[in-house]
């Protein structure tokens, strides 16, 4: 296994979540759940780069 894996980061709170991606991995409309502030985000990663589309209303 020769690719680079990172670890996702919550857009909201900036701490490490439990999804892991490869460099060529591609997530659209992703709903990301951050176990440390217990919220939601729809986020796109598109070559390693987090876009957060929506944080929902608390």
Do not use: G, Q
């Not at 701490?15 to 409309?29: Q, S």
């Amino acid at each position: 296994m020769d690719k680079e894996t990172l670890w996702v980061n919550c857009p909201l709170c900036s701490r490490k979540t439990r999804i892991k991606v490869f460099t060529d991995t591609v997530l659209i409309h992703f709903p990301l759940f951050c176990p440390w502030c217990k919220k939601e985000t729809i986020i796109n990663i598109i070559k390693l780069k987090l876009i957060t589309i929506k944080e929902p209303d608390a």
